[in-house]
């Protein structure tokens, strides 16, 4: 919910849908340029076109079996675990990387599992960054904007009552100009 998604069980089919939509953009990009390249000198274009019609959809389902299945799992860690916090994900990302590598075996499902942890656990690690510098640029404007606020309002002060600001700035340069001393109460606290 970072991000501001919906709930859990929409969530899962609209990620299955931007996942096959980013695979497909992606692919269409890719394979187009891809079929560009291996295509002869004079039918370069449709050569792109032919390729990328061949291969985009096969990769967009392979984003949308990755996507779903990542959001399946998340979501199910947040019904268990009962709290959406940073490590649902990277659990997420371990089971789904294990998951679909299983048909090739299992040492080679556990490298995946691994990855797929790291990948997440690097995506989760960039977002809190980007979240706390956010959130301290944010607070520094805050600050800013606050002590604008009490200038213009100080501004405004001096301007309808002269005489108040006149009396403290005449009592404050007394007190520079008399060194001050200790009362008798802070003599006896010593």
């Known amino acids: ?5 919906q709930i859990c069980p929409h969530r899962i089919v609209d990620d299955f849908g931007q996942g096959f ?14 079929g560009m390249f291996n295509s002869p000198k004079r039918e370069r274009f449709f050569g792109g ?3 990328l019609k061949r291969r985009a959809p096969i990769l967009g389902g392979s984003f949308a079996l990755w996507a779903g299945l990542f959001s399946t799992c998340d979501c199910t860690l947040i019904y268990v675990r009962g709290k959406e916090d940073m490590i649902n994900p990277i659990i997420a990302g371990t089971i789904t990387g294990g998951a679909l590598a299983i048909r090739a075996g299992f040492r080679v499902a556990l490298r995946n599992a691994f990855f797929g942890g790291v990948i997440l656990t690097m995506i989760e690690l960039v977002q809190l960054g980007m979240m ?6 944010q607070l520094q404007e805050m600050h800013e904007m606050q002590k604008m606020q009490n200038e213009r309002e100080v501004a405004m002060l001096k301007e309808m009552r002269p005489d108040l600001f006149a009396a403290a700035e005449r009592r404050a340069t007394k007190e520079k100009q008399q060194p001050s001393q200790p009362s008798k109460a802070t003599i006896k606290d010593y």
């Open 21 to 34: 939509s980013m695979g497909c953009i992606g692919g269409a990009v890719f394979y187009f340029f891809k």
């Open 1 to 5: 919910s970072t991000w501001g998604e």
């Open 132 to 137: 706390k510098y956010q959130m301290r640029t």
């Open 49 to 51: 076109i032919k390729h």
